[in-house]
């Protein structure tokens, strides 16, 4: 594992996704680099109840931060993520991103 390095915020604005949101979230908790923070901004007013689920056992865990607002704005999401990221560097990831 890497680690000691700057912190990264990395930021899924998300509306409307549901089992890809997840594997998203997930691809980006199995990366070898720790130092970071998941920062997610939610503009979906309902969930599939499985997804729904997973991000709030993924909040409970500390493993993501979730936020859900009651609009759905692209920029504004991106904003809001901004203003409660700690990183020193920003990495924002659509909601349908895989990473290897």
């Not at 704005?73 to 990495?91: H, Q």
Request: with cysteine.
């Amino acid at each position: 594992m890497t680690t000691a390095g700057p912190l990264i915020s990395v930021m899924i604005p998300t509306y409307g996704r549901e089992t890809v949101l997840c594997e998203s979230i997930k691809s980006v908790l199995a990366q070898d680099y720790t130092d970071y923070e998941l920062i997610v901004v939610d503009q979906t007013q309902t969930h599939e109840a499985s997804t729904q689920a997973f991000l709030d056992q993924m909040a409970a865990d500390g493993k993501i931060q979730l936020y859900k607002v009651t609009w759905a704005n692209l920029p504004a999401a991106r904003n809001y993520a901004i203003e409660r990221a700690k990183g020193s560097i920003f990495l924002f990831l659509d909601d349908d991103v895989v990473l290897p």
